[in-house]
């Protein structure tokens, strides 16, 4: 099913739409959404339509006042039955999918269910925009989901705003920068523009692939080699080799440069990636963050790689292993402290640099550091939840369960995070002896999730004491 623009829609469909315009003009949101809705029912893929009707949701559920919070409650406990029938319409009818998820989002436009039933309908109807529009919000909702930020990226792509689909993996990949799915999602999202402004686009009828209408075929295969996750060992330096000969009549691509690095860290030959590394900080990108980041990580995994290469039999294993490991931590402390120093104003160094003062006991330091990465938005609450374990430690633990408390009024969806924001201000409420107090918390983890570490114990262990 392909998006239809405006003009697409035949003349009754118009009509409905203007009389939706002018009660949405006129305040009357209810009949706007009946309006909407009904033009949606009938044509789906209209994207303009359904963006105003969202605009309409979310004005509607904004106006509500006190009597929203207690709709906003019912339309809670009724939307879980209305999901179930969506997700059983969803293999058959994906377009009824569609409109049952906007009939939940009717009295709650928020609803992560909804919208990911939306996504997933979407999808199945080839209605990217439609997904954007569901992604956007539920990203908005947990903003640290790495799942929807892909999938947002790869409807963005498929609308034809690929380097707006780059911005968004590229933060999440800031973010998470040992996330393999988040790095190839952005590798490919990379290639597939590399591809689009050259002029090599999909053939319309579906029958042509990026392979077949690229003239080099050569390049299309390395293409597809260069952005797996996990090469072979022969593809691997076949890609060094191509890449090498290409830098030898290409000095100045820098790009090639920052691949080789790449690829020799993946083969574990780091001082070599290190080589590929120190030319490009001699270049004129050397002041270049996300540079020094790389050449972090590619130390790092040099001290990992050395560390599992000791014989655990040996007699001096224990000595050896703590002193790489101590090596380590005094190398990427210093590291991070210089680029501190170099970009103040960035505070996702100063995140990095809050963990690993944790890491190392420093728990004034830590303190500090995670007090001004609170200001970036998308460390706010991991910032807030590691203050909190630095408080613990400290026994400050008025002041954790107070920073914990603040983060969790953060969080609206029940997501992994959440579960651990949860899990520390339980343990806090052991440290102050407030036993009923924890165990109220572990009671909230236990009744979605009772495999989550230890809750399972502690509140079966909790009933079984009251006997």
Known sequence: MAEKSLNDLPRDLRALLTKGHEAFQRDNLDYAIDLYNQV??????????????????????????????????????????????????????????????????????????????????????????????????????????????IRLAAALAKTGDVSRGERVLSDFCREFPADNDLAQALKDLSAQKTLDEGGYEALADGSGSYRDILKNKDEAISLEQANRVEKSEDVTQKLIDEYAARLASEPRNLKLVRNLAELYAEKREFDKALNYYDQLKASDIGNDASLDRAISETVAKKFNHQISALDSNAPDYAERLADLQAEKQTYLLAECQKRAERFPTDLQIRFEMGQLYFQAGKLSEATQEFQKAMNNPQRKIASMNFLAQCFARRKMYDLAARRLQDALKEKPVFDDEKKELIYNLGAVFEGMNKKEEAIEQFKLIYEVDSSYKDVAAKVEGYYDNQG
């Open 40 to 149: 949606l029912a009938r044509e789906p893929g209209v994207h303009e339509c359904r963006k105003e009707l969202r605009i309409a949701q979310l004005r509607k559920a904004g106006a509500g006042g006190g009597f929203m919070s207690v709709k906003k409650l019912w339309s809670s406990a009724t939307a879980t039955p209305q999901i179930g029938k969506g997700q059983m319409a969803l293999r058959r009818n994906p377009a009824e999918a569609l409109a049952i998820a906007e009939s939940v989002l009717n009295s709650d436009p928020m609803n992560s269910a909804a919208h990911r039933l939306i996504v997933d309908a979407a999808e199945a109807l080839d209605l990217p925009r439609t997904a954007v529009l569901s992604l956007e919000i539920l990203l908005k909702n947990s903003p640290h989901d790495k799942t929807a930020a």
